[in-house]
């Protein structure tokens, strides 16, 4: 009797081990997640990072929050619950992200943040980040430029709980309030969305007809603005763009578009999916957390040149 | 009986709470704004490290420019561990600190981003440009600094406006009382930091201190 019931229990407890080892079999899994894929920037990432992940080795699970800070805590919820040896995140809000961060750090997934940073540090392992100021004033200079010092313009803002909306307005403005003929007679969020900007465009447009220049916080919304302009038959407007989507390369080449800003979104995901894989095979993290990649301007001398959020040379 | 007990109460209450009151100073504009972002005030913090720290950094850092810029040219790092610096990681290019002497070929002082070409080896050649502002691109003396660093701040606003607060101090400090008028011609003495500009374009050097003579 004794005997069977030890032989059921060293069966059972080999099974267990079994099946507790089997995934090691498999293997490991890296967690991608960002906002929507329906703005090519995060689309870019996303496949930058898989790819990565894939040459190194890794599985991966592909995941969008659709910028919904709840959402993005269930699919932390759901990457902690798959194994994942490490999460590639590019966040819903940089104070709403924190919680979601460590949470993922106290069930043992270190976090690789990319495109947004997080209001902390000690909580991911790496904040690999565009210097969005850097690349703003980049922007702002030539849009400056173009519009010989002077004018009305409109700026297009981006989505409020992001940080990089407020630190590009920033940059644009710490450039265009140094010149004193530059007037900015209108200035809206349109939250990061193409269909957003052409209808703040619309609007903004029948209320301003006298404007000169639009800057917009990201390619999309520019796309949206350019759209609604052409659309009003105001092809004489001037447009700059920031993120260096082929979208915008492509109406900088037949001159509608003036000049945009490139993050190297592709670049960034790919070094923050070898960050993590030298964190899980050697407990190591970069020397420092947060890392600023910086922008490229874009206009019609280099855009031939931009291909998928990457510079050919 | 009771109206005299309540004031008696009254003026014993005055007295014990007088010595507990505090004189508070008005905060002035510039408190009032670190106050509400929470402490941070980036003009207050450069105007504190400028004469103990980022003068004293630069003097002692850089180097002649034609001599610091042609050794970037020959051995980037070797020029980078001489008189480079940048964030550890991420993509930033090279700071370089250096000191320029030389004559003014040309003065762009029409754009607001105006500057000063000066010619170091005598050809009559403009060979860097010095930023004159007011407006100031970039954020090079920041840049230069390895006493300063990303990670310290709480975001990249704070960082940026870290960086753009030594701009607005050098040019409070020495290049809006700077005369726009004859100064091609003139002798140019400049400390200051610029970052390694991309192949076949001119320098771009942000003073820290500036001189302009006869």
């Known amino acids: 009797m004794k005997l069977t019931r030890r032989l059921t229990l060293a069966a059972f407890a080999g099974t267990l081990a079994l099946g507790v080892a ?58 902690i619950g798959r194994g994942a040896k490490a999460i590639i995140l590019d966040n819903a809000g940089s104070e709403a992200s924190i919680a979601a961060v460590q949470k993922a750090k106290d069930a043992g997934v270190p976090s690789f943040l990319i495109d947004r940073e997080i209001n902390a540090t000690g909580v991911a392992v790496s904040q690999i980040v565009s210097n969005n100021y850097q690349g703003a004033q980049l922007g702002a200079e030539e849009f400056v430029k173009l519009m010989g010092e002077s004018g009305n313009y409109v700026e297009l803002l981006g989505r409020e709980a992001d940080l990089n909306a407020g630190i590009r307005s920033k940059g644009y403005h710490d450039i265009i309030d140094e010149y004193p003929e530059m007037k900015m007679v209108a200035q809206q969020s349109a939250n990061w969305s193409q269909t957003e900007g052409y209808s703040k465009m619309e609007t903004i447009l029948q209320a301003n007809p006298d404007i000169k220049g639009v800057i917009s916080g990201n390619d999309t919304m520019a796309m949206g603005a350019i759209a609604a302009l052409q659309a009003a038959g105001r092809k004489d407007v001037i447009v700059v763009g920031f993120d260096g989507s082929n979208d915008v390369r492509d109406s900088i080449k037949s001159g509608g578009i003036k000049a945009t800003v490139l993050q190297p979104a592709y670049a960034q995901a790919q070094m923050a999916v070898e960050q993590a894989d030298t964190y899980i095979k050697t407990g190591k993290g970069p020397a420092e957390e947060k890392q600023l990649m910086d922008c490229v301007l874009i206009n019609a001398d280099n855009a031939a040149k931009l291909e998928t959020f990457a510079l050919k040379d | 009986m009771p109206n005299f007990r309540a004031a008696a109460a009254i003026s014993l209450a005055i007295t014990l709470v007088l010595p507990g009151c505090k004189i508070i100073k008005t905060p002035t504009a510039e408190e009032a704004a670190a106050e509400a972002s929470g402490g941070f005030a980036p003009d207050k913090q450069v105007a504190d490290l400028w004469d103990s720290k980022v003068i004293p950094f630069l003097q002692q850092r850089a180097g002649i420019f034609q001599e610091v810029f042609a050794l970037s040219k020959s051995d980037l790092d070797a020029a980078a561990a001489r008189y480079g610096h940048k964030e550890k990681d991420g993509t930033a290019p090279w700071t370089f600190a250096a000191k320029v002497s030389g004559t003014i070929v040309k003065a762009e002082t029409k754009s607001r981003a105006a500057y000063l070409e000066a010619d170091v080896d005598g050809d009559g050649k403009g060979d860097v440009r010095i930023q004159i502002g007011p407006v100031i691109k970039g954020t090079a003396i920041r840049d230069s600094l390895d006493f300063v660093n990303f990670n310290e701040f709480k975001n990249q606003i704070q960082w940026a406006e870290f960086g753009k607060a030594f701009n607005t101090h050098v040019y409070g400090l020495t290049l809006e009382k700077l005369s726009r008028e004859g100064l091609e011609g003139k002798k ?14 001119p320098a771009l050097l942000t003073p820290a201190t500036l001189t302009i003579g006869g």
Do not use: W
């Open chain 1, 22 to 79: 089997m995934p090691a079999f498999a293997a490991d899994l890296i967690a991608i997640i960002t906002p929507s894929h329906d703005n090519p920037f995060f689309k870019a990432e996303a496949v930058g990072a898989e790819a990565k992940a894939k040459e190194l080795g890794y599985e991966t699970l592909v995941l969008v929050h659709d910028d919904d800070a709840n959402k993005q805590s269930q699919l932390i919820d759901t990457a």
């Open chain 2, 188 to 201: 140019v003495e400049a400390l200051g930091a610029y970052p390694l500009p991309p192949t076949g374009q």
